[in-house]
């Protein structure tokens, strides 16, 4: 005697496609939230280079004028005139200089110190290695300013204030858990085939470190040095901190120096708004430049694992 067996049905399976229609309106709608949210973002990096190319009177005019007319592009030759009458020695390229020095050399010594540390912890096995990584990864949670004083006090018994050590030293102690972490979870997805085969061929640890691993994870890496240059370009409180004499300042310290100097007069904020252009536009350009690279690390680097 046959047994009748009751057809199972999936409702995921079931159920009818979606029709052209619907799809088309909820694109619309995602689309036209993401262009909104764009526009906001948008509106105050516009109103910048607006008020950057505005004259004094236009700044207090009446009513939203985003087209300023006459523009003044002259502004930003103006502003390093009048904070070279404030300090002759802050140039602009005396300034910018100091901007990329401290810059540079802490973004790579970050880039050095997160992926060798990143790789112990990910490709030697040692007693306490994964109590040692949930620590480090706890230290997220410490807040900046917590580390402050204490770091203040260190240099100070080191007799390096005023100078760029501690702006740049720092840096090669794997500064940043979070880089650690990214580098770790990319060197998770490299098979270990790959090091025995090369050490079976002669290559020591560093030679593996360096010529093999490096390379595979180059589109972290390079997520990573945007990462580092735009918070070591846009740091303010460790030069304001460290740094006492002007001829030293980066670009945010002397931002704020030519903002203080300026306090007892009239706002004159075209010349602040073209500074900060000047500072944002380096950053816009390096991501713009690695855009597919940095989507490409953070994402990888953050799923897999």
């Given amino acids: 005697m046959a047994v009748a ?71 930003y030759l103006e502003v390093w005139n009048r904070l070279l009458s404030i300090n002759p020695n802050m140039t602009f390229w005396r300034i910018m200089g100091n901007t990329l020095f401290i810059t540079i050399l802490a973004m790579f010594g970050e880039i050095f110190s997160a992926s060798l ?22 230290t997220i949670m410490i807040p900046g300013i917590v580390t402050r004083v204490p770091g203040f006090l260190i240099w100070r018994q080191l007799g390096l204030l005023d100078t760029y050590d501690p702006l740049t030293l720092q840096s090669l102690m794997a500064w940043g858990p979070l880089y650690v972490f990214l580098l770790r979870q990319f060197f998770m997805t490299i098979p270990r085939e790959i090091e025995e085969a090369a050490i079976m061929d002669g290559a020591s640890v560093v030679q593996v470190y360096v010529y093999i691993m490096l390379p595979l994870i180059r589109p972290i890496l390079l ?53 900060a252009t ?28």
Avoid at 117 to 130: K, L, N, Q
Avoid at 287 to 298: D, R, V
């Fill in 5 to 75: 067996v009751k057809e199972r049905h999936d409702p995921l399976i079931d159920a009818p496609p979606p029709s052209q229609r619907a799809f088309n309106i909820r694109r619309v709608f995602v689309y036209g939230l993401l262009c909104l949210g764009a526009v906001l973002v948008l509106i105050p990096f516009l109103w910048m280079i607006s008020t950057s190319l505005k004259t004094q009177d236009q700044l207090f005019a009446r009513g939203i004028n985003f087209i300023p007319d006459p523009a003044v592009p002259g502004n």
């Fill in 278 to 305: 000047m500072m944002a536009l380096p950053i816009l350009l390096l991501y713009f430049l690695a855009q597919k690279q940095f989507i490409e690390g953070i994402t990888i680097g953050g799923v897999k694992g």
């Fill in 117 to 138: 540390v990143a790789y112990g912890f990910s490709r030697f096995r040692w007693r306490g290695r994964d109590t040692l990584f949930a620590i480090m990864l706890a």
């Fill in 223 to 275: 997520a990573i040095a945007v990462l580092a240059f735009s918070a070591n370009w846009n740091n303010f409180q460790g030069p304001l901190l460290y740094l006492s004499t002007p001829d030293k300042f980066p670009l945010a310290l002397a931002m704020r120096f030519f903002d203080q100097s300026l306090s007892k007069e009239a706002p004159q904020w075209q010349y602040m708004m073209s500074m």
